[in-house]
């Protein structure tokens, strides 16, 4: 079985910073795409950004230049560093991670964790 756990939500101020974790654990062979994702109250999910194997990213518009994505291989770990917040980006930060197990590679959803910025 494999889970993914993001950490480091919480609130801050406009302008201010947070670093979201996404650890997988589990019976995992090997991580392909790892991706943040996130859905405001009354919107649909959305993609913030991504990062392959090879490490080459991918940001929605309005988070370029504020937000970086990043990966730990031996720690199975994605993260998402973002500056300069702005209270647009209040909502629920998902990770996704396409895994290599037992089950052959499956897209994996992490349970969330709630970003609130105040202005």
């Known amino acids: 079985q494999v889970q993914l756990v993001e950490s480091g939500g919480g609130l801050v101020q406009a302008g201010g910073s947070l670093r979201l974790s996404c650890a997988a654990s589990?019976?995992?062979?090997?991580?392909?795409?790892m991706g943040w994702y996130r859905q405001a109250p009354g919107k649909q999910r959305e993609l913030v950004a991504t990062?392959?194997?090879?490490?080459?990213?991918n940001y929605e518009d309005s988070v370029k230049g504020r937000f970086t994505i990043s990966r730990d291989n031996p720690k199975n770990t994605v993260y998402l560093q973002m500056n300069s917040l702005k209270p647009e980006d209040t909502a629920v930060y998902y990770c996704?991670?396409?895994?290599?197990?037992?089950?052959?590679?499956?897209?994996?959803w992490g349970q969330g964790t709630q970003v609130t910025v105040s202005s």
């Open positions: 996704r991670a396409k895994i290599l197990g037992g089950l052959g590679y499956v897209w994996y």
């Open positions: 589990g019976s995992i062979f090997s991580i392909n795409d």
């Open positions: 990062i392959t194997s090879r490490e080459s990213t």
